[in-house]
């Protein structure tokens, strides 16, 4: 007979559950850290993973893990290994440039929209293009202005935020003074009135 213990147990010692693994991700690709170098933005992957994850970095990029991985090869392919790296490096800053500059010229619209009963809503588009969560800013709106805001679908297939009520000076200043990365001249602001129907052509 099996031995009982206080708590009840008859003394068999369970096997223990099998732990989940943590997998680190990068921040900027979203990989896993291991394959960050097949994606375009490796020199800006390797300078996060370095600030976040610095035992990681030493593990992966240190001179003596490159070296050892190097030794594993023969002259020629360590030659291919390389100039394959050089090749990526200069495509990922081509790549980092291409979207520095796509950055710096995408525009930031904010638009005041009459709604009936000289009511209005304030519409805020082109944040996507410099890498701003569109949920995360429509909270801060909400917030900071004590109003209603979200995100919506616009007719040509993509995404705004919607804040109730005439606010457009407000959130240009706000855009301008929490992101000071976005070039102040890239942010404008319009207005769309309400088209008021016309009247029957006379017969």
Request: net charge negative.
């Amino acid at each position: 007979m099996a031995d009982v213990t206080e708590d009840g147990t008859d003394g068999v010692v369970s096997p223990a559950e099998p732990q989940a693994r943590h997998v680190v991700y990068c921040g900027v690709c979203t990989l896993p850290p291991e394959y960050c170098e097949f994606g375009g933005t490796v020199k800006r992957c390797r300078d996060w993973l370095e600030k976040a994850h610095p035992d990681m970095f030493e593990r992966l990029y240190s001179d003596e893990a490159v070296g050892k991985a190097m030794s594993s090869l023969s002259v020629d392919a360590q030659k291919r290994a390389a100039k394959d790296a050089d090749k990526k490096a200069a495509k990922a800053e081509a790549a980092e440039a291409r979207e520095h500059e796509k950055k710096m010229t995408a525009k930031i619209l904010i638009k005041r929209v009459e709604r009936n009963k000289r009511k209005y809503v304030t519409a805020v588009s082109g944040l996507e293009a410099h890498g701003l969560d569109l949920k995360r800013v429509a909270k801060d709106f909400g917030k900071k202005f004590a109003t209603g805001s979200s995100v919506t679908k616009t007719a040509s297939g993509g995404e705004e935020i919607v804040v109730q009520g005439d606010l457009s000076d407000e959130i240009y200043d706000w855009i301008t003074e929490t992101y000071a990365e976005i070039p102040e001249e890239n942010v404008d602001c319009i207005e769309d009135k309400k088209k008021k129907p016309t009247g029957a052509p006379p017969g």
